[in-house]
């Protein structure tokens, strides 16, 4: 049986004439989620947001199976071995294993790596063939006939991201064979469908202007350009400037390509150097979306004085950051300092793959004509007689390749080098400027700047900071949200903002009107080693926010030392940030929140299910260790205990939820069990709610009826200081069965202790009494029970006027809370006892019931 995805979905057998494809639309859908994600668990979860979005029916789950069991039958019918060894039910989902080669898409992906790879080791017929193979499995969009959920969507934007990719390989390599006349018409058809895909407009211009039609690549650029201006109101990127400006100049070497060499003349002239005259400035043009970095422009405008000869100054930072941004318009602005030339090389262009290859090019910025030597040497000796006595800015974008940026760095005082790169270059200058993302009001600036006039922000202040935020500061997003907004006016910056709120929406969107900026994102991931693209992803699974090496160490399942290595080179690589002020005592540190979903998003598409799940219960019980240490201890990493538990309670609550989704019940029931105390003295509702309503499903799941009752009681504990008092009478009768029923002698104490509460609450004291008796002999064996019960009966004899009795419990609380070493229990048995001395008062009107639970006595009519 076949599987073909690329395009309307279609299933062949050879025991059909013809398709045997579903007809029903959420079964189509169920197998192309099952398909683009062949060989993998996906989760119920997935399957039921992606037929359902946010709104799903009650009956999903069940729904879910009979479309599972018919998909089944009906492919069953067809080919006999498809059967439930091919589409198994794998907690806590489903996958379908396949053959790679019956699935289109596993081929397509295959020959596109193997095409990229025969492209860069420079096997171009190779290279044109395997992505010709690869594009031709295309009939059109992903599953075009079937309809898109979150994942689909996801996966049809990745996909047509590496179509383009495969696309543009095909006539780069093409090129190189010196098929430029045959590609010209299929290039001007891609632009018409691609206006704003830069790099197919440059593959364009080179074929013209290889075909002796100069002029067209010219207009081909100007094009372009009125397209970007007018539409986004920024000006097109500097590799292809770059371009236009060799083929404006006539460039020769843009003529040559391995497979038509150029012919060499009978006498070869040596090179020849214009030493003066007007500096040469060969800029990429002014940004008129630049915004901000006044500080950083100061800095590096100091860095660059009295470079001492073959030094340079580096801008350092993460991919989008806006290292080229920044460099550009430093050279701008420092004409006066460079007035024998500013020049603008991009290392990351393919032609200058060497130094040889880059020096060549430089020279020929700098003025230098005729033939060029191909020795290291000579045009080293070359870039020094063309510097000499001059003051020029050279400005070398893209790379962090010591060996390619040492020999273009001037050897001339007076003149310097300006470097941009992610990392910098080990030895080659201790004049680094570090560049981060922009701080608030500056984003703000530049979305606004970059969105252009024809966006209407005036009254939409809170949308824009909003945008800006989720945004991260991060110029790459900024610029891709407001070519976004600028391609839909009609939103507003609020539609834009709900549309970037969604995590699981927001790279797509921000991809949509920017193509590369995913692959942007992504470029520094696949950079990066198999063991630093493994701990990134693992490291997406943490919450948002900063976090301790105990926690790194948990999720990567690695001892401290080895840790610290991988946390470090992940900063280095520019995929991890070191916080200096971390939350906590110690170093911290944290993933840009773009970053980390593009973590998220690698974790979901190349992380085995198995090696998910065990992540995932690492870091459950990290964090329930924590939870733990911050539920009984007075601190936690340095932080009052209260406080630690507010700073990371909204990501306890989100690990519980990715513990549920992974079918983690055991670890969702211990990690909300060690949030109970906490979640009660700050009164956090919501988050108890969230949690503990997934625990009890967890623990229902698992048959453990005494977290059941245990969970039904935190519950009823919870409605009853919402003052839902019925409710609450529900939970802890519910415990009670349960309890009774498991039997869970301590958890059935503790439910009779709920119900007291109750009691005591309306003035109901005989019924309290009558409840606790019998719950202090069920909880004798359970310190935390026995410490509920004596705090209760220790109230009841307050509220009945026999304060040594009371005493007497609250004495028996302050023993157990010593014993257990819990700090906040013991400080409340504290509080309690002074209470019942007669020391000092409570607040009129106030009664404090349990550790930081307060009532308000009624007023008096």
Known sequence: MRFRVLGPLEVTSPAASGPVTPRAAKIRAVLATLLVCANEVVSVDSLIDELWGENPPRTATTTLQVYISQLRKMLQAFDPEFGRETLVTRPPGYALHLDPAHLDLTVFEELHHSGREALLRRDHAAAADLQRRALALWRAPLASDTPHGALLARTAVRLAETR?????????????????????????????????????????????????????ALRVFAQLRRALVEELAIEPGSRIQQLHQRILAGDGELL??????????????????????????????????????????????????????????????????????LAVAAAHELDARFPDGRVFVELTDPDPASPVGALRELLGRLGVSGPLPSDL?????????????????????????????RPLLPATSGSTALVTCRRVPAGLTDRVLELNVLPPDEARELFVAAAGRRVPLRGAEAQVREVAELCGGLPLALRAAAARLASRPH?????????????????????????????????????????????????????????????????????????????????????????????TRGTHHRLHDLWRLLARECLANETPQPALRAATARMAAGFTEQALAADSAAEVAGLPALEWFALHQDGLVEVVQACHAAGLWAQSVRLADAMTGMLEARAAWEAWEACHGLALDAARRLEDLAAEARLLRSLGDLAWQRRELTAAAEYYEGALLTADAAPALAERGRALVGLADLQLDTGGFEGAAALLSPALDAVSGHPRGRYEAHRALGLLALETGRPAEAEGHFTQCLDTAGALGDTRLESFARRCLSRARGGAPAPAGWTELRPGVWRLAAAPA
């Open 491 to 583: 939103w507003g910056p609020k539609m834009l903002a709900a549309r970037l709120r969604d995590e699981r929406r927001r790279l797509p969107e921000l991809t949509a009107a920017a193509p590369g900026f995913h692959d942007r994102l992504r470029s520094s991931y696949e950079e990066a080693p198999p063991d630093l693209r493994r701990a990134f992803r693992l490291l997406g699974l943490l919450p948002a926010g900063p976090f301790g090496p105990r926690t790194a160490a948990a999720v990567l399942g690695e001892n401290p030392a080895r840790t610290g290595t991988v946390l470090r080179d992940l900063v280095e690589a520019r995929l991890l940030h070191r916080v200096a002020d971390g939350p």
């Open 256 to 325: 040559r390509s391995p497979a038509v060499p150029a012919p060499v003349p009978a006498v070869v002239p040596g090179p020849r150097t214009v030493p003066g005259g007007p500096g040469t400035q060969q800029l990429p043009a002014r940004d008129p979306a630049f915004a901000g970095r006044t500080e950083d422009l100061d800095r590096l405008g100091v860095l660059l004085r009295d470079v001492p000869a073959g030094g340079c100054v580096a801008v350092a930072g993460a991919a989008g950051v806006g290292k080229t941004a």
């Open 377 to 405: 040497g000579e045009l080293r000796s070359l870039l020094r007689r063309s510097t000499e006595g001059r003051r020029v800015l050279l400005v070398l974008d893209g790379s962090g390749c010591a060996e390619l940026i």
């Open 164 to 216: 383009s990719a495969a696309l543009e390989q095909r006539v780069r390599a093409e090129l190189q064979l010196g098929r430029h006349l045959d590609l010209v018409a299929e290039l001007r058809s891609i632009v018409a469908e691609m206006p704003m895909r830069e790099e197919f407009h440059a593959l364009l211009m080179v074929a013209l202007y290889r075909s002796g039609r100069q002029a067209d």
